[in-house]
């Protein structure tokens, strides 16, 4: 498999204030992102998610170690545009992202700042557009859209420059039910259909179940990493780091210490139901 | 008994008379007892943050009232006053408007506003930097050192200090992890029982709204769309789902049993109901 973001025996301390001791984050993290893949990142405020995530596009460099980008060192700084323009980010509050009057402007902004003939930006934009199911608003204001299209619009800024992966920091957070979900499916159809590296950050466990992989973090270590079904079958263990797990997944936890026997890996809704009426249909059978 | 509150067809018309002119509340009325948690629910632009400012006199409507435990809150100047501080408001992400050099004078300085004594002032602060569970270390730092999920308590202790009857939190919990989130919501109901306060807490994550509000306020278009308990809401699935809602995870997977042909109560929308409601039809099962 070809890796798209490699971290190596990373090490990084926030430099200290009032000269104090500079405040560690990672000692020593070895982390590797398959190219294509769809990875969830969960970890409790403070565990070092947001700085890894940074270091993923050289906003922030490593200490020790090194990390590696489509096979460039973050470090190189005559790799710098070419390394931004392929890890593209997209932050939690929308209104922070967005600098034109009219969404089809703040779309091409990355592209022609990347020096992209003006033919070129054209169709890039109306394609980055469509990809987020917002074209039809490419006239519109950004401010007087909703949060949800606020944020699809900086997700399309992002996928204007054509990169390889795209970090997403909480971008659901101010969001409301409807526009996360907006969020999430662009979010999906970019790794299924366009084969787009997707890293999301979340703290809502029901959409790290949706990614093909979970790594959970805590004080800067990896506590858990494996498919989402993998990964919430632990729910001690998560709990333990501050973390929780799908509602899901805590019903059958709480039926199994209760004396039940169930799947702890039923993580959708309907693997859920399916697994608790074949439960709820032995039990009556047995009488 | 007089409710703590009571909105009397509340209608709020933003840049009226100008091509902008937009309904923020279209005829909004319903009243809260004292004591009560009421959580409130609406998609982007249903009408949420416009109501909440409208409770302590912060935007004055285009027409309606609200009265605070049987007064018009908009009477006179001192009225007034006296609402901004029996009502006390915590805004989204509410760490950004922490100002002061220290944690200890950013949270005083709602007391201090109030003319209070320095005794009482000191007495106030600590009592509510307890409530948020912020040691007498971190009293003297400046607020700014501090973490995402301390800043939030430091905000949000900077009003309880106002010892308010009435909270109203918009999305206290955003942006927090999962034990962020439970720590603050609890220390809410540990104010609230301490003062007999009421709370209404707006919010976009149904699992939390269904577990800690008794009732639920929907709003949609500037309109009261539901005013219920959570059950009978959550009951309403396809409904919210048409106002770009939806229903706790728990309570799709009691909607999608049913569907499956289990003869089960839909109305779950806790864990703790989910794990009791299977319980008993497996005990049911078993003795049928």
Do not use: I, M, Q, T
């Given at each position: 498999m070809e890796h798209s973001l490699q971290a190596e025996n990373l090490s990084f301390a926030y430099p200290a204030t009032d000269g104090g001791t500079p405040i560690p984050v990672f000692e020593g993290l070895d982390l590797t992102i398959e190219k294509g893949s769809f990875v969830a990142i969960l970890g409790h405020n403070g565990s070092g998610k947001s700085t890894l995530a940074k270091h993923f596009n050289a906003i922030l460099l490593p200490v020790c170690g090194r990390v590696c980008v489509f096979g460039m060192d973050t470090k190189d700084e005559e790799l710098l545009l070419e390394i931004r323009r392929n890890v593209g980010m997209v932050f939690q509050n929308p209104d922070n992202q967005i600098v034109a009057n009219v969404v089809e402007e703040d779309v091409a902004f990355a592209p022609e700042n990347l020096g992209v003939e003006p033919k070129q930006i054209r169709r890039r934009v109306d394609e980055a557009l469509k990809q987020v199911g917002m074209y039809e608003y490419r006239t519109h204001a950004p401010h007087l859209l909703s949060g949800g299209q606020k944020q699809r619009i900086a997700i399309a800024g992002v996928i204007a420059m054509r990169p390889e992966c795209i970090v997403l920091d909480e971008p659901t957070a101010m969001l409301d039910p409807k526009g996360r979900e907006e969020v999430l499916q662009t979010i999906l159809q970019l790794n299924r259909d366009h084969g787009m590296t997707v890293v999301l950050i979340t703290h809502h466990m029901e959409e790290a179940a949706l990614a093909d992989r979970v790594v959970a973090m805590a004080n800067g270590k990896i506590v858990c990493d494996g498919t989402p079904k993998q990964v919430f079958s632990q729910v001690e263990k998560l709990e333990a780091v501050g973390l929780t797990v799908p509602a899901t997944t805590r019903l059958l936890y709480e039926l199994n210490k209760a004396g039940m026997n169930l799947?702890?890996?039923?993580?959708s809704v309907e693997e859920c139901a399916q697994a608790l009426k074949e439960a709820l249909n032995q039990s009556s059978a047995a009488e | 008994m007089t409710p703590i509150i009571e909105v009397v067809d509340l209608k709020h018309v933003y840049s009226p008379g100008t091509p902008f002119e937009h309904k923020g509340l279209d005829g909004v009325s319903f009243r809260v007892e004292r004591g009560q948690t009421v959580g409130i629910i609406g998609h982007t632009g249903s009408g949420k943050s416009t109501l909440i400012q409208h409770l302590n006199g912060l935007l004055k409507p285009t027409s309606g009232k609200v009265y605070l435990d049987g007064t018009y809150i908009l009477k006179d100047k001192q009225t007034t006053r006296n609402a901004r501080f029996r009502v006390g408001l915590v805004l989204q992400y509410p760490e950004y408007q922490l100002f002061e050099e220290t944690v200890r004078a950013d949270i005083s300085f709602g007391p201090k506003n109030m003319g209070l004594s320095d005794a009482e002032v000191k007495k106030r602060v600590e009592a509510a930097a307890a409530c948020v569970g912020l040691t007498e270390a971190l009293m003297e730092k400046s607020p700014f050192d501090l973490s995402g999920g301390q800043k939030r308590r430091v905000a949000i202790a900077g009003v309880l200090a106002m010892e308010p009857e009435v909270l109203i939190l918009d999305e206290p919990t955003a942006g927090l992890d999962p034990k962020g989130r439970a720590d603050i919501l609890e220390n809410l109901k540990v104010y609230q029982r301490q003062k007999n306060a009421t709370l209404m807490i707006v919010s976009h994550s149904m699992e939390e709204i269904a577990s800690f509000a008794d009732q639920l306020l929907v709003l949609q278009k500037g309109r009261v769309a539901m005013y219920d308990t959570p059950a009978e809401v959550f009951k309403k699935a396809a409904a919210l789902q048409e106002m770009g809602l939806a229903v706790p995870q728990i309570t799709q997977v009691f909607l999608r049993l049913k569907e499956l042909g289990v003869d089960i109560d839909t109305d779950v929308y806790t864990t703790g109901y989910g794990l009791k409601t299977i319980l008993a039809k497996k005990e049911g099962a078993g003795h049928a």
């Open positions: 799947p702890l890996d039923a993580l | -």
